[in-house]
């Protein structure tokens, strides 16, 4: 008997709500588009990331991107959005890796977004620096992948629960820029 990976139960889990974001982030093809999009990515990982920060519970750290994101939209003058919703807290590693799904997962996307920015003219020193990090770290999937699938115990449930509630803040803070 076949059984799925973590990776794919969780893909299959949440496929819904990322098709939704996805559809929220869509295209940007003009400046206005992109800075929307700006505010929507600060708004969430300005409430994702901090979980992240001197928690017992993480067996994987995301790379943060707030603060190139912050430097982005000063290059294009758009002021801090506010929090939004919760701050996300962990209390398991199960949890913590399905909040890291999420922000993980955003960079198989951030290579096609990238090329988006550079053609709106933005690049790695000017506009668009968290996607360039984000846009370079292949290995770094690859690795939580292992980390995901050699975790234990686990809870598959419980990190379902935890990427379906971080896709929720993603929508909402997308949602919001998007007003």
Same mark, same amino acid.
């Given at each position: 008997m076949l059984t799925k990976t973590r990776r794919f139960e969780l893909r299959e889990r949440?496929?819904?709500?990322h098709a939704e974001l996805d559809s929220l982030v869509g295209g940007f093809d003009t400046i206005g588009d992109y800075s929307r999009y700006l505010t929507g990515m600060h708004a969430f990982r300005a409430a994702v990331e901090p979980c992240f920060e001197e928690n017992p519970a993480i067996c994987w750290r995301p790379e943060p991107l707030r603060h190139l994101i912050e430097a982005d939209m000063a290059?294009?003058?758009i002021g801090r959005t506010p929090?939004? /919703?919760f701050a996300l807290q962990p209390r398991s590693t199960s949890e913590a890796l399905g909040i890291a799904y999420v922000l993980e997962g955003s960079r198989l996307g951030a290579k096609l977004l990238?090329?988006?920015a550079?053609?709106?003219g933005f690049g790695a020193e000017h506009g668009a620096r968290h996607l360039s990090a984000q846009s370079q770290g292949a290995d770094c999937w690859k690795n939580y992948l292992a980390v995901l699938e050699a975790a234990?115990?686990?809870?598959?449930?419980?990190a379902v629960a935890a990427a379906s509630a971080t896709? /929720?803040?993603a929508l909402d803070a997308f949602r919001r820029a998007a007003r």
């Open positions: 949440t496929a819904a709500a290059d294009l003058v929090a939004i /919703g990238f090329r988006r550079i053609s709106l234990e115990p686990f809870d598959t449930d419980a896709f /929720g803040l």
